[in-house]
T-cell receptor, first 113, second 118 residues
């Protein structure tokens, strides 16, 4: 068990470009969550998956954001036409099921210039 | 909707001092409550949790008691160490959404920066 991993750890992009982040959860964890954390704030929920099904999306997740979890394993979060307001730390977490402890990855820090 | 309010920081203490970080919440039903910690350069880690009223969570000398009557989950430690310097987040896992669809998602407070000096 190597924990939750995220890639890349840092991403710098220009406004208007598309970016994609990857999250590898702990093996056999059915739940996978995405959160966003801006400087000086706590993480905010974006979306979550139960296996391969995306069950809820926050209103923070505009149409420019899309997330997938094919085959219920790793997940990707894509942001299209990035804006400076998208600059944040994007966190992934996984848990065996809904009532269990969530384990967080190290995050991907996105900077949009 | 669900919300968590933490005492404003940052908090600066001397080693061996007593620590309290206040946390209050608003939620429907009976949420589970958590304290997460983020050490410098590391990811979020669960520090402790409580799943029902009057439960006490404890870990590494930290404690917090789930108080339903005051909707609070204050974090305490009797004697802090330099190695406790970190950002502490209070969070809840509520039961919102139709059919309980939001079971499990966490709502966080804004975080409290703790610095402990030797």
């Amino acid at each position: 068990d190597t924990g939750v991993s995220q890639d890349p750890r840092h991403k710098i992009t220009k406004r208007g470009q598309n970016v994609t982040f990857r999250c590898d959860p702990i093996s056999e964890h059915n739940r996978l969550y995405w959160y966003r954390q801006t400087l000086g704030q706590g993480p905010e929920f974006l979306t979550y998956f139960q296996n391969e099904a995306q069950l809820e999306k926050s209103r923070l997740l505009s149409d420019r954001f899309s997330a997938e979890r094919p085959k219920g394993s790793f997940s990707t979060l894509e942001i299209q036409r990035t804006e400076q307001g998208d600059s944040a730390m994007y966190l992934c977490a996984s848990s065996p099921n809904w009532a269990d402890t969530q384990y967080f990855g190290p995050g991907t820090r996105l900077t949009v210039l | 909707g669900d919300s968590v309010t933490q005492m404003e920081g940052p908090v600066t203490l001397s080693e061996e001092a007593f620590l309290t970080i206040n946390c209050t919440y608003t939620a429907t039903g009976y949420p589970s409550l958590f304290w997460y910690v983020q050490y410098p350069g590391e990811g979020l880690q669960l520090l402790l949790k409580a799943t029902k009223a009057d439960d006490k969570g404890s870990n590494k000398g930290f404690e917090a008691t789930y108080r339903k009557e005051t909707t609070s989950f204050h974090l305490e430690k009797g004697s802090v160490q330099v190695s406790d310097s970190a950002v502490y987040f209070c969070a809840l896992s509520g039961l919102g959404g139709a059919g309980g669809t939001s079971y499990g998602k966490l709502t966080f407070g804004q975080g409290t920066i703790l610095t402990v000096h030797p």
